[in-house]
Nanobody
Framework: QVQLVESGGGLVQAGDSLRLSCAAS????????MGWFRQAPGKERAFVAR????????YYADSVKGRFTISRDNAKNTVYLQMNSLKPEDTAVYYC???????????????????WGQGTQVTVSS
């Protein structure tokens, strides 16, 4: 089991920044690719960013590339999502996930050994 707790969400204005954190506990955190996903009202959950266990490989959705940065600290069992130049269309519930599935061109194919956090709300006003 891996337990994930997200924090750092909130209400901000367009152009502002936020940093989300995801604290993990339980099974070996460092062995998982960590991902951030988001779900806007009325839409399906969508991939945002992922980082390999070593931290040397990251991948972003086109919609956030150049604005968001994912990082991880395996010593602290924590993954971060730095979000800059936020836009109203970034408004969503953001989920952290410990994943064993496959990422292909921005689409994530889940695995039964995935774990998800409860989500944190990010609201960007115009």
């Amino acid at each position: 089991q891996v337990q994930l707790v997200e924090s750092g969400g909130g209400l901000v204005q367009a152009g502002d920044s936020l940093r989300l954190s995801c604290a993990a506990s339980g099974r070996t955190f460092s062995r998982y690719t960590m991902g951030w996903f988001r779900q806007a009202p009325g839409k399906e959950r969508a991939f945002v960013a992922r980082i390999r266990w070593s931290g040397d490989s990251t991948y972003y959705a086109d919609s956030v590339k150049g604005r968001f940065t994912i990082s991880r600290d395996n010593a602290k069992n924590t993954v971060y999502l730095q979000m800059n130049s936020l836009k109203p269309e970034d408004t969503a519930v953001y989920y952290c996930a410990a994943t064993r599935g496959i990422y292909v061109s921005g689409t994530y194919y889940p695995n039964t050994d995935d774990y998800w956090g409860q989500g944190t709300q990010v609201t960007v006003s115009s």
